[in-house]
Antibody, heavy 127, light 108 residues
Framework: QVQLVESGGGVVQPGRSLRLSCAASGFTFSTYALHWVRQAPGKGLEWVAAISFDGNEKFYADSVEGRFTISRDNSNNTLYLQMNSLRAEDTSVYYC????????????????????WGQGALVTVSS | EIVMTQSPATLSVSPGERATLSCRASQSVSSNLAWYQQKPGQVPRLLIYGASTRATGIPARFSGSGSGTEFTLSISSLQSEDLAFYYCQQYHDWPPFTFGPGTKVDVK
């Protein structure tokens, strides 16, 4: 079965860096785009970043553009999120998510929606 | 950026009754709309995609409808286990993949 397991969360001071990892199993990792989605305590879901199956395309939310970098290692089935210049407002549970991948009668959708999610990694930015 | 809104913010429904949740997009998203359920302390779960297709393993009491800018998630006979937050998400025009703010479903 599909499994996504995040790691690397923790408490970090404002301005510092942290790298999250998401170890994947149970599917052909190198054929799926992948995403990071976050959820601040008591708040809703916020999409953070996405990467294509081969790592050549990367997309970011405006709130993290220039500070966060998404990457992947298809040889080790692992997704990463490098977070620099962290702010208090980055405090969240960070989920990695895999798209469903499906085709309707007119189009195929390989980037969304998300049918598998990891259990999340808590990142707390505090002095 | 497409902005998603949801109403009501909180919905209290008695067990066995029908629950109707609304989601609106700031511009057309065609049928590229998903619904997620997030129970307390749990990870989001995909319920509906393509506005009306149930994801694998989702009970038939959950149904989605709508297209363009107006969407509805219905729970035909609410069960106590359906207590959760429900989020809509558009994947029509991205980035970003925008979520609505969520509707909290309380069971009376």
């Amino acid at each position: 079965q599909v499994q996504l397991v995040e790691s690397g969360g923790g408490v970090v001071q404002p301005g510092r860096s942290l790298r999250l990892s998401c170890a994947a199993s149970g599917f052909t990792f190198s054929t799926y785009a992948l995403h990071w989605v976050r959820q601040a305590p008591g708040k809703g879901l916020e999409w953070v970043a996405a990467i294509s199956f081969d790592g050549n395309e990367k997309f970011y939310a405006d709130s993290v553009e220039g500070r966060f970098t998404i990457s992947r290692d298809n040889s080790n089935n692992t997704l990463y999120l490098q977070m620099n210049s962290l702010r208090a407002e980055d405090t969240s549970v960070y989920y990695c998510a895999r798209p469903l991948g499906y085709c309707s009668s007119t189009s195929c959708y390989t980037w969304g929606p998300f049918d598998h999610w990891g259990q999340g990694a808590l990142v707390t930015v505090s002095s | 950026e497409i902005v998603m809104t949801q109403s009501p913010a909180t919905l209290s429904v008695s067990p066995g009754e029908r629950a109707t949740l609304s989601c609106r997009a700031s511009q057309s998203v065609s049928s590229n709309l998903a619904w997620y359920q997030q129970k307390p302390g749990q990870v989001p779960r995909l319920l509906i995609y393509g506005a009306s297709t149930r994801a694998t393993g989702i009970p038939a009491r959950f149904s989605g409808s709508g297209s363009g800018t107006e969407f509805t998630l219905s729970i035909s006979s609410l069960q106590s286990e359906d207590l959760a937050f429900y989020y809509c998400q558009q994947y029509h025009d991205w980035p970003p993949f925008t979520f609505g703010p969520g509707t909290k479903v309380d069971v009376k």
